[in-house]
């Protein structure tokens, strides 16, 4: 089983819809990420989290430790917002420089 | 700062051929990692490093080698190649401090062994 889970491992939505991303993970963590990768382009980190809520324009993301949840959600969908979205966890023990990704969700907003 | 550069983009070579894959960073950051990314899989480290001089494996270090004889830079050989190295192959920095939020990728190398 893998250490992160994330669903849907697809999701198609129509611009202007909210999404949301949802990550579960099962080891303690110190910090969990959220990456963005464009088809064929590189991947950018978007948010880091260990604790609470962050907001950077449409995107938000969420932390919830004692549930070991996070979830990416975007606000008024649009179709440049298509794309993979990665979750990655960073261990609380052994090894803390070391990244666990999740598969992958990929998003496709339709206009 | 031209961040993590990665050479080259793609890449097809014959089984049994070698090639190094080029990786710089120019942000001073002490660590540096190289993945690959499989359809439908997550990324998976190759080998890590954490600072000149030192490396480490990862995950999947079978068919790879890898030196880091300088801040900047952190090749990955590989020797004998195989169908299965097929993959999309970034390299990552991070600074390593704990203020420091984020690996920085590179832009990646598509490699096709056939």
């Known amino acids: 089983k893998n250490e992160v889970e994330q669903s849907p491992q697809n999701l198609t939505a129509q611009e202007g819809e909210f999404i949301t991303i949802n990550c579960s993970y099962s080891?303690?963590?110190?910090?969990l990420h959220w990456l963005q990768q464009h088809p064929g382009g590189g991947i950018v980190s978007l948010f880091m989290l260990s604790s609470g809520k962050k907001k950077h324009g449409r995107l938000i993301a969420t932390i919830n430790i004692q549930e070991k949840h996070s979830s990416l959600h975007i606000t008024a969908s649009h179709p440049r917002d298509s794309a993979v979205y990665i979750c990655a966890v960073k261990n609380s023990g052994g090894s803390n420089y070391k990244l666990t990704f999740g598969k992958g969700t990929l998003l496709t907003v339709n206009p | 700062n031209a961040g993590v550069t990665q050479t080259p983009k793609f890449r097809i070579l014959k089984i049994g051929q070698s090639m190094t894959l080029q990786c710089t960073q120019d942000m001073n950051h002490n660590y540096m990692y190289w993945y690959r990314q499989d359809p439908g899989m997550g990324l998976k480290l190759i080998y890590y490093s954490v600072g000149a001089g030192i490396t480490d494996k990862g995950e999947v270090p079978n068919g790879y080698n890898v030196s880091r004889s300088t801040t900047e830079d952190f090749p990955l050989r590989l020797e004998l190649a195989a169908p299965s190295q097929t993959s999309v192959y970034f390299c990552a920095s991070w600074r390593g401090t704990s203020g420091a939020n984020t690996q920085y990728f590179g832009p990646g190398t598509r490699l096709t062994v056939l």
């Open positions: 080891v303690g963590i110190s910090a």
